[in-house]
T-cell receptor
Framework: AQTVTQSQPEMSVQEAETVTLSCTYDTSESDYYLFWYKQPPSRQMILVIRQEAYKQQNATENRFSVNFQKAAKSFSLKISDSQLGDAAMYFCAYRRGGSEKLVFGKGTKLTVNP | GAVVSQHPSWVICKSGTSVKIECRSLDFQATTMFWYRQFPKQSLMLMATSNEGSKATYEQGVEKDKFLINHASLTLSTLTVTSAHPEDSSFYIC?????????????FGPGTRLTVT
């Protein structure tokens, strides 16, 4: 079974600084997708960024970027120029190609200090 | 676009009663909807997948008779917690997948907090 591991239960960053959240996964599949979701205090899950395994180029969405290391099965999220609104729980998730199911990590709580 | 709503956002019920939670896709047709459960400070655990017009597929360990799921239309799925007990208290989140099939993108609702007293 696929597993997703987030080894950092909590992280903190100063406003305007950069922070990297770690995620590793375990799979024997070659076709899969990886996601980072943000869950703010409102509990609404928001998709931050998505990476297709077949793409070598790391995905980027404005201040959010990933470092996708396929061989190492690592998928870290970098948040640049951190803002107070970035404070939230961040979940890494995996989906096998052809499947609809998302497998979530346990999450990392990010605190942004002013 | 791609907005999913849930109702109610918070519900308190007495032990032994049943409670229904609605999940609606507001601006798209959802052939598939998903129900998750999230305990405090924990991750989301998939409970079941429901497809419009057919029976839901439950994950291992989820009681089908306790968590009744109905996906009667392309915009509405309901989760009924039957004979609720305090251990059923949790945060329930639904998500919906938009057509076409190629996207596989899931859009999440805001969640429903259930407290069983």
């Amino acid at each position: 079974a696929q597993t997703v591991t987030q080894s950092q239960p909590e992280m903190s960053v100063q406003e305007a600084e950069t922070v990297t959240l770690s995620c590793t996964y375990d799979t024997s599949e070659s076709d899969y997708y990886l996601f980072w979701y943000k869950q703010p205090p409102s509990r609404q899950m928001i998709l931050v960024i998505r990476q297709e395994a077949y793409k070598q180029q790391n995905a980027t969405e404005n201040r959010f970027s990933v470092n996708f290391q396929k061989a190492a099965k690592s998928f870290s999220l970098k948040i640049s120029d951190s803002q107070l609104g970035d404070a939230a729980m961040y979940f890494c998730a995996y989906r096998r190609g052809g499947s609809e199911k998302l497998v979530f990590g346990k999450g990392t709580k990010l605190t942004v200090n002013p | 676009g791609a907005v999913v709503s849930q109702h109610p956002s918070w519900v308190i019920c007495k032990s032994g009663t049943s409670v229904k939670i609605e999940c609606r896709s507001l601006d798209f047709q959802a052939t598939t909807m998903f129900w998750y459960r999230q305990f405090p400070k924990q991750s989301l655990m998939l409970m079941a997948t429901s497809n419009e017009g057919s029976k839901a597929t439950y994950e291992q360990g989820v009681e089908k008779d306790k968590f009744l799921i109905n996906h009667a239309s392309l915009t509405l799925s309901t989760l009924t917690v039957t004979s609720a007990h305090p251990e059923d208290s949790s945060f329930y989140i639904c998500s919906a997948r938009d057509r076409p099939l190629l996207t596989y993108e899931q859009y999440f609702g805001p969640g429903t907090r259930l407290t069983v007293t």
